[in-house]
C-alpha cells in the first residue's frame, strides 16, 4: 500500500522531471528543435501551435508527466527499482528548491 512519504517522493521527482524537460538548460536543445519544428517558419514568438506551447508549460507538462509517476507511486509504492530512482529526482528537486531561496 502507498504511504503518504512515498506520495511525496514521487510528487517531488514528478516535478523535477517536469523542470527537467520544461526549463532546464541541459534540455534546451531537444525543445528548441521540438519547437521550431512545430513551429515551421514562425518566429519563436508568434508560433500557436499547442505541441509547442505544452513544451512550454509547466502547468501542462505536470499533468502527462504526472500519469506514469501516480501509476509508479500506486503500483510501485515503495519497491526499490521504482523508489530509488524516485527518490534521486526528489533529492534534485528539493536540492533546487532550496538553492533558489539562497541562503
Known amino acids: 500500500m502507498p504511504t503518504a512519504f ?3 517522493v514521487y510528487a517531488l521527482a514528478c ?3 517536469t523542470s527537467l524537460l520544461v526549463t ?3 534540455t534546451e536543445a531537444v525543445r528548441v528543435r521540438l ?3 512545430f513551429c515551421r517558419g514562425a ?3 508568434d508560433c500557436q ?3 509547442a506551447y505544452f513544451l512550454l508549460c509547466q502547468w501542462c507538462m ?4 504526472a500519469v506514469p509517476f501516480a501509476a509508479a507511486w500506486w503500483w510501485g509504492g515503495d519497491w526499490p527499482w521504482t523508489l530509488i530512482p524516485a527518490a534521486f529526482l526528489a533529492f534534485s528537486q528539493i536540492t533546487g528548491m532550496i538553492s533558489s531561496l539562497g541562503r
Open 15 to 17: 516535478a523535477r522531471v
Open 43 to 45: 518566429p519563436d514568438d
Open 62 to 65: 505536470s499533468i502527462w508527466i
Open 6 to 8: 512515498t506520495f511525496a
Open 49 to 51: 501551435d499547442m505541441r
Open 24 to 26: 532546464d538548460r541541459i
Open 35 to 37: 519547437i521550431r519544428r
